[in-house]
């Protein structure tokens, strides 16, 4: 297997992908912190302060810049918990679950546009691999990878 072709191929894919993500978080306003904790959030109920600063690696003072800023935007919101008012929650509003599904549409169009060009039968094997590798990577990464 030639892997500097491989690194080659995997960094000029991820920079188009990368540009494409940065102008549409640039539209939205919101960094790629900003945007994964959105998307975070986006598959939960509510996370907690501390929950969010696991799974961003940050702080819980970063963490509370993150949603402060997404607050302002009104991304998300933040709400005593009902069991413990110390704690505090943060959920994703209509406005930042609309905003994720955006992106992540634009992401889909421009992969179906990429995935057009090989057959079915291309698509599923691609898609085989792809999986074997997130799962590969997901139980070989640090936490921080795994959200």
């Known amino acids: 297997m030639d892997t500097a072709e491989l690194t080659d191929i995997l960094l000029y894919l991820h920079?188009?992908?990368l540009s494409n993500l940065t102008r549409e978080l640039s539209s939205g306003n919101v960094s790629f912190a900003q945007f994964?904790?959105?998307?975070?959030?986006?598959r939960e109920?509510?996370?907690t302060m501390s929950q969010i600063a696991a799974r961003m690696q940050h702080t819980t003072?970063?963490?509370t810049?993150?949603?402060?800023r997404l607050a302002t935007l009104a991304y998300v919101q933040r709400a005593a918990s009902t069991d413990d008012r110390r704690k505090v929650l943060v959920?994703?509003?209509?406005r930042g679950a609309a905003l994720v599904a955006h992106i992540k549409d634009d992401m889909i169009h421009n992969l179906n546009l990429t995935m057009s060009h090989l057959t079915a039968s291309e698509q599923r094997a691609w898609l085989r691999v792809y999986r074997k590798i997130h799962r590969v990577v997901v139980q070989s990464q640090p936490p921080k990878c795994k959200s």
């Open 91 to 94: 959920k994703i509003t209509a």
């Open 45 to 47: 109920e509510a996370l």
């Open 15 to 17: 920079r188009c992908f």
């Open 65 to 68: 810049g993150l949603v402060d």
């Open 36 to 42: 994964f904790l959105l998307g975070a959030l986006s």
């Open 61 to 63: 003072a970063a963490a």
